[in-house]
C-alpha cells in the first residue's frame, strides 16, 4: 500500500521569501505525485502533477516540485511567495495501475506567508 | 469545458438527522466520481468512488451512503446523522486520463457540521 508523509503541519514564511513544502512517499510500486491547494473554505486545486519524464516539474502560480526516486520525496519550491499563496498544500500519490479510488493524500501543511 | 457543483455549501443539522449533499458535474460524460472528507487535523479521507451509474465502492466503513442514480449526479446521504460526522465533504471527477493517471477535479466542498 502507498502512503505519503507531509514532514511539517504549518509553515510561516516572509513575503519574498523562498519555501520548501516537503513530501515523502512510501511506495512498492512506480507511482503518480500530484500536489493540490486549498485556500480558505474551498475545494482542491492541481497545482503540478509528476506522471513521467524530466523529474522537475512546473506547475500553476510559479510553483515546482522535483521527484527524487531514491529519496523517495517530492517536495514543492517556490523562490518568492507572495501573500496570496497562503493556503494549504496537500501532496497525494496514486500507483500505476491502480484502481479509480487509490489516491492517497498526505495530512497537508499550512504555509502562512506574512508581510 | 467541465464543471463540477456541490450543494449545499453549508449545513447545520442535529444528531440523529438525515443527511443529503449533491454532486453533479458538466461537460463530461461517464466520469468517475469521488466523496471525500476532510476533517480538521486529519487530511482526506476517500469516502466513497464511483465508476458508473449505480456502482458505489466504499472505503470506509460508517453511517454514511452513497448512490449514483445518473452519470453525473453523485449524492452523499445519511439516515442519521453522528456527531463524528461534522466535517468538510468534497466531491471530484475524473476522466482525462494523463498517462493513466487519476487526476481529480474537486468541487467547493460542503461543510456540515453535526450539533
Known amino acids: 500500500a502507498q502512503s505519503v508523509t507531509q514532514l511539517d503541519s504549518q509553515v510561516p514564511v516572509f513575503e519574498e521569501a523562498p519555501v520548501e513544502l516537503r513530501c515523502n512517499y512510501s511506495?512498492?510500486?512506480?507511482?503518480?505525485l500530484f500536489w493540490y491547494v486549498q485556500y480558505p473554505n474551498q475545494g482542491l486545486q492541481l497545482l503540478l502533477k509528476?506522471?513521467?519524464?524530466?523529474?522537475l516539474v512546473k506547475g500553476i502560480n510559479g510553483f515546482e516540485a522535483e521527484f527524487n526516486k531514491s529519496q523517495t520525496s517530492f517536495h514543492l519550491r517556490k523562490p518568492s511567495v507572495h501573500i496570496s499563496d497562503t493556503a494549504e498544500y496537500f501532496c497525494a500519490v496514486s500507483r500505476f495501475g491502480g484502481s479509480q479510488g487509490n489516491l492517497i493524500f498526505g495530512k497537508g501543511t499550512k504555509l502562512s506567508v506574512k508581510p | 469545458s467541465q464543471t463540477i457543483h456541490q450543494w449545499p455549501a453549508t449545513l447545520v443539522q442535529p444528531v440523529g438527522s438525515p443527511l443529503s449533499l449533491e454532486c453533479t458535474v458538466e461537460?463530461?460524460?461517464?466520469?468517475?466520481l469521488y466523496w471525500y472528507r476532510q476533517a480538521a487535523g486529519r487530511g482526506l479521507q476517500l469516502l466513497f468512488y464511483?465508476?458508473?451509474?449505480?456502482?458505489i465502492s466504499s472505503e470506509v466503513p460508517q453511517n454514511l451512503s452513497a448512490s449514483r442514480p445518473q452519470d453525473r449526479q453523485f449524492i452523499l446521504s445519511s439516515k442519521k446523522l453522528l456527531l463524528s460526522d461534522s466535517g468538510f465533504y468534497l466531491c471530484a471527477w475524473s476522466g482525462i486520463r494523463s498517462g493513466g493517471a487519476n487526476v481529480l477535479t474537486f468541487g467547493a466542498g460542503s461543510r456540515l457540521t453535526v450539533l
Open positions: 461537460g463530461t460524460s461517464n466520469p468517475n
Open positions: 464511483s465508476v458508473g451509474i449505480g456502482q
Open positions: 511506495s512498492s510500486v512506480s507511482v503518480y
Open positions: 509528476y506522471l513521467s519524464g524530466s523529474t
